[in-house]
């Protein structure tokens, strides 16, 4: 294990201290910390000629590609501390324009694969000053899953103790390298660029089925075994993909840990993954504080008991009423463009707006968020709950819970299911196993069978999409779902 105490954020730094290093892998190229240090540099001189400096307070767009181009031009923006926003390939026009309006930026770099080479016909830029660590590293979009998205102010001192923190309970190795499959454009992705940089580790950039950077699990189960992958970060759907993603059940070889979190893992994969031995580590985070706030213990397996794991060394974790707070060192500095109203609550502590509990070893079980729990006459219930429960059923690869709105009890909650090729459940099937198990105020009333469950760029279940698609499918389910049953 290797501390990184007294390294800086900074491909120059790593060039001195670690130049023989293997910094980036991708796309059959392979660049030493040293290499890449000279490539920012010519980087950094291309944005100076267009008048982008940190002293100017400005912001750079970088539309996020998964590309090594693109990979490089972040590298350079945080060597000279010039805050970045980092866009999703996959946002329409009207989204782009309207993230653009919102952080006003000094620049927009569209396809940074298309300029790179004019960057690189630059000559090198002498290393600057080091960048102050309360400057904004990245000026981060949420995913907007409660209404209109809003950049998340994250500054080089945050990102830093969230390296630290993760890294004080995985470690690092020397042959560590950490798959990049994850957007740049979301803090889960950015968030391993800056922890290898910090550890002086390989990034590897994930083969992708095309530049749009969709999760292809053949190619990233190939990815891990020919570039000697260490270190995964995956949201349960990309999880549950790899490891069917070949005739046989696939168990990567070389993997230490993969992070899961991005959203709840049903029961079955969570079982599924500790009696393979698949070394996953649960975790839970947010955008505002830099991606992970509670992990699984390094070493252990996953389980229901364990949840979402502990709190990160030095952040702090609470529940009021059922919703998650935090504060600690990996906090965002507030919303851009900023508002009357401060996010953050006396004390430094942040409303999460996720629900969930502590147990009695601190240990964080998150239910799901507070805008999609439906409350159905006058009760309480927790969409994430009912579906590990509905994916526990034999036939059912996957389900998601809605509530829709109804005259007699406020909501109703609904789900859609997407069954196992065979054999195929009935409505009927289902509702008698709901009825027997289910407590009636928690039951679907309703059902509607699905080929795929709709997800974001991300990999994530789109519950804002969900109604639309799943109502014109939906089938009562005869009254066996009765709430005074």
């Not at 168990?251 to 899961?260: D, E, G, H, K």
């Given at each position: 294990?290797?501390?990184?105490?007294?390294?800086?954020?900074?491909?120059?730094?790593?060039?001195?201290?670690?130049?023989?290093?293997?910094?980036?892998?991708?796309?059959?190229?392979?660049?030493?910390?040293?290499?890449?240090?000279?490539?920012?540099?010519?980087?950094?001189?291309?944005?100076?000629?267009?008048?982008?400096?940190?002293?100017?307070?400005?912001?750079?767009?970088?539309?996020?590609?998964p590309d090594v181009e693109t990979l490089i031009v972040l590298y350079a923006l945080i060597e000279r501390g010039i805050a970045f926003v980092p866009s999703h390939p996959r946002l329409t026009p009207r989204e782009l324009k309207q993230q653009v309006l919102d952080c006003d930026p000094a620049l927009i770099i569209e396809d940074a694969k298309a300029q790179f080479g004019e960057m690189l016909r630059q000559p090198p830029a002498p290393a600057g000053p080091k960048p102050a660590g309360k400057q904004c590293l990245a000026l981060v979009f949420t995913a907007g899953t409660t209404g209109r998205s809003k950049g998340a102010i994250l500054s080089r001192n945050a990102f830093v103790a969230s390296a630290r923190a993760s890294a004080g309970n995985l470690g690092w190795r020397k042959d560590d390298r950490w798959l990049l499959c994850m957007p740049t454009a979301h803090v889960g992705g950015l968030s391993i660029v800056t922890r290898c940089l910090l550890a002086r580790r390989t990034v590897v950039l994930a083969t992708s089925a095309d530049r749009s950077g969709r999760f292809d699990a053949a190619a990233v189960r190939d990815d891990i075994e020919?570039?000697?992958?260490?270190?995964?970060?995956?949201?349960?759907?990309?999880?549950?993909?790899?490891?069917?993603?070949?005739?046989?059940?696939?168990?990567?070889?070389?993997?230490?840990?993969?992070?899961?979190?991005?959203?709840?893992?049903?029961?079955?994969?969570?079982?599924?993954?500790?009696?393979?031995?698949?070394?996953?580590?649960?975790?839970?985070?947010?955008?505002?504080?830099?991606?992970?706030?509670?992990?699984?213990?390094?070493?252990?397996?996953?389980?229901?008991?364990?949840?979402?794991?502990?709190?990160?060394?030095?952040?702090?974790?609470?529940?009021?009423?059922?919703?998650?707070?935090?504060?600690g060192p990996t906090l965002f500095h507030g919303y851009f463009p900023e508002s009357p109203e401060s996010p953050f609550l006396r004390g430094g502590w942040f409303a999460t707006g996720d629900l969930g509990r502590l147990d009695d070893r601190g240990r964080l079980h998150v239910f799901g968020r507070r805008s999609d729990l439906i409350v159905t006459g006058g009760e309480n219930v927790y969409p994430a709950e009912v579906e590990r429960y509905l994916e526990s059923i034999p036939g059912v690869r996957a389900a998601a819970v809605f509530g829709v709105p109804d005259e007699v009890w406020g909501e109703i909650a609904c789900a859609a299911i997407v069954r196992e090729s065979a054999p195929a459940l009935t409505v009927d099937d289902l509702a008698a196993r709901i009825a027997a198990d289910v407590s009636p105020h928690r039951r679907p009333r309703r059902i509607a069978f699905l080929s795929e469950l709709p997800t974001t760029p991300l990999g994530k279940l789109d519950r804002r999409r969900l109604p639309a698609l799943a109502e014109p499918h939906l089938v009562a389910i005869h009254g066996r779902a009765n709430l005074s049953a």
């Open positions: 294990m290797m501390s990184t105490s007294g390294v800086d954020l900074s491909v120059v730094s790593a060039a001195s201290d670690s130049g023989h290093r293997v910094a980036l892998v991708g796309e059959g190229r392979s660049y030493t910390f040293g290499a890449l240090s000279e490539t920012v540099r010519r980087v950094i001189s291309w944005l100076e000629r267009r008048g982008i400096s940190s002293a100017r307070d400005q912001r750079v767009v970088v539309v996020a590609w020919r570039e000697r992958v260490t270190l995964l970060s995956l949201v349960p759907t990309m999880l549950q993909r790899l490891l069917h993603s070949s005739d046989t059940l696939y168990t990567p070889s070389r993997l230490r840990a993969i992070l899961l979190g991005g959203g709840p893992a049903s029961a079955k994969l969570i079982a599924e993954t500790a009696a393979r031995r698949v070394p996953v580590l649960t975790t839970y985070g947010l955008t505002e504080t830099c991606s992970q706030v509670t992990v699984q213990r390094y070493g252990t397996r996953p389980s229901e008991e364990i949840g979402s794991g502990e709190p990160l060394r030095g952040v702090d974790v609470r529940v009021v009423d059922e919703q998650i707070q935090v504060r």
